[in-house]
C-alpha cells in the first residue's frame, strides 16, 4: 500500500468540517484532531441532521466525514443524495465505516465519495484525505469562478490555455480601430470572437453588422458592400445603403472573406485602407 503523502500547510482560512457519527466517542475524537489542525469542525449524528447542515447556506460546510451505519438514513444513501444534488455535488465526501466490506468502500467511492476508511482511524490518513479534499474543493470553485467570469465577458466557453490566448487577443484588439482576421477550422467559434471583440469595444452600441460574404453573388457584392444610386443598374430602385454604411461607427464581420471574388476583395481592401466607400453609380 502506499503511503499517503502530506502536502503540506494549508493556507486557506479556517475550513469547516463536518463529522457525521452516532456514536460520540468518534466524534469527539475527530473533532480534536481536526480543531487541532486549524478547522472549525461541526457536528451530526444522524445523516439527517446532516443534510440540514449541509443545506444551510449561512454555515457552509467544506468536507464531510460520514460514517456508514447511522440510525435512519445510511451513509451511503446521504452520500448518493448529496451527489445527485446540483448544489451539494462537489462536496467532498469522505466515509468511514467500523465493519465495512470491500462491497461498501467500492459502493461509496462509485458513489462519488472522496475517501474510505475503516475504523479504527487513522488520524494522520484522515488528515491528509481532510486536507487534500479541501484543497481541491478550493480549486475546482476558483476555476467555476473564473470560468463564470470569461463565460460572461466573452459569451465562449473554455478556460485552456489557447483560449486564454484567444481571451487576450480579443481584449488586445477590441479598443482599437484595426481591422482583424480571424482564422480557423470550421466550427471553431470565428464568428463568436468577431462578436466579442465588438461587445467588448466602443463600438458595442453602434450595429454590428455580418455579412455572409460567400452567400452574394459576384455581380451584386459591390452593391450590397457599397451600395448603389437609384438607377444604377437594371432592377436598381432607389439608393441603396451597403453593409458598410449600415455598420457605420460600428462593426462589419465579412464572414468568409476567403470566399469573396478578388476582384471585390481588392476593393474591400482599398475601402478600408481610404476609410471610405463610393457607392455604384455615385460621385460621392
Ligand atoms: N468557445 C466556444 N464556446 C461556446 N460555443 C462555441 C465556442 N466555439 C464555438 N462555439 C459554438 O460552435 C458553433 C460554431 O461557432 P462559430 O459559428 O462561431 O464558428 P465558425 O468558426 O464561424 O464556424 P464556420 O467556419 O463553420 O463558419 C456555434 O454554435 C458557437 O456558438
Ligand atoms: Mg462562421
Same mark, same amino acid.
Given at each position: 500500500m502506499t503511503q499517503a503523502r502530506d502536502p503540506g500547510p494549508l493556507t486557506l482560512a479556517a475550513p469547516t468540517v463536518l463529522v457525521v457519527d452516532d456514536e460520540r466517542n468518534i466524534r469527539r475524537t475527530l473533532e480534536m484532531v481536526l480543531t487541532g489542525e486549524?478547522?472549525?469542525?461541526? &457536528?451530526?449524528?444522524?445523516? &439527517?441532521? #446532516?443534510?440540514?447542515?449541509?443545506?444551510?447556506p449561512a454555515q457552509p460546510v467544506d468536507v464531510a466525514i460520514i460514517d456508514l451505519k447511522l440510525p435512519g438514513m445510511s451513509g451511503?444513501?446521504?452520500? $448518493?443524495?448529496?451527489?445527485?444534488?446540483?448544489?451539494?455535488?462537489?462536496? /467532498? %465526501?469522505?466515509?468511514?465505516? @467500523? +465493519?465495512?466490506?470491500? +462491497?461498501?468502500? %467500492?459502493?461509496?467511492?462509485?458513489?462519488g465519495a472522496s475517501d474510505f476508511f475503516e475504523k479504527p482511524l487513522n488520524r494522520e490518513r484522515i488528515l491528509v484525505s481532510v486536507r487534500n479534499s479541501v484543497r481541491t474543493a478550493h480549486l475546482s470553485r476558483a476555476v467555476e469562478q473564473l470560468r463564470g467570469e470569461?463565460?460572461?465577458?466573452? &459569451?465562449?466557453? @473554455?478556460?485552456?490555455? /489557447?483560449? $486564454?490566448?484567444?481571451? $487576450?487577443?480579443?481584449?488586445? !484588439? #477590441? /479598443?482599437?480601430?484595426?481591422? !482583424?482576421?480571424?482564422?480557423?477550422?470550421?466550427?471553431t467559434g470565428k464568428e463568436l470572437v468577431s462578436r466579442a471583440i465588438h461587445r467588448l469595444s466602443p463600438r458595442k452600441d453602434a450595429p454590428f453588422v455580418k455579412v455572409n460574404c460567400a452567400a452574394i453573388p459576384r455581380e451584386l457584392i459591390e452593391s450590397e458592400l457599397f451600395g448603389h444610386e437609384r438607377g444604377s443598374f437594371t432592377g436598381a430602385q432607389g439608393r441603396k445603403r451597403g453593409f458598410f454604411e449600415q455598420a457605420h461607427g460600428g462593426t462589419l464581420f465579412l464572414d468568409e472573406i476567403g470566399?469573396?471574388?478578388l476582384a471585390a476583395q481588392a476593393k474591400v481592401l482599398r475601402a478600408r485602407q481610404n476609410g471610405e466607400i463610393v457607392p455604384v453609380a455615385s460621385d460621392q
Open positions: 486549524g478547522y472549525r469542525v461541526l &457536528e451530526a449524528d444522524r445523516a &439527517e441532521t #446532516a443534510l440540514d447542515l449541509i443545506g444551510n451511503l444513501e446521504a452520500l $448518493q443524495r448529496l451527489k445527485s444534488d446540483e448544489a451539494t455535488r462537489d462536496l /467532498p %465526501v469522505i466515509v468511514v465505516s @467500523g +465493519h465495512a466490506t470491500v +462491497h461498501d468502500a %467500492v459502493t461509496a467511492i462509485k458513489l470569461l463565460e460572461a465577458r466573452y &459569451e465562449m466557453i @473554455g478556460t485552456s490555455a /489557447p483560449m $486564454q490566448r484567444l481571451f $487576450q487577443d480579443i481584449d488586445k !484588439v #477590441a /479598443p482599437t480601430k484595426a481591422s !482583424v482576421l480571424i482564422t480557423g477550422e470550421s466550427g470566399d469573396m471574388d
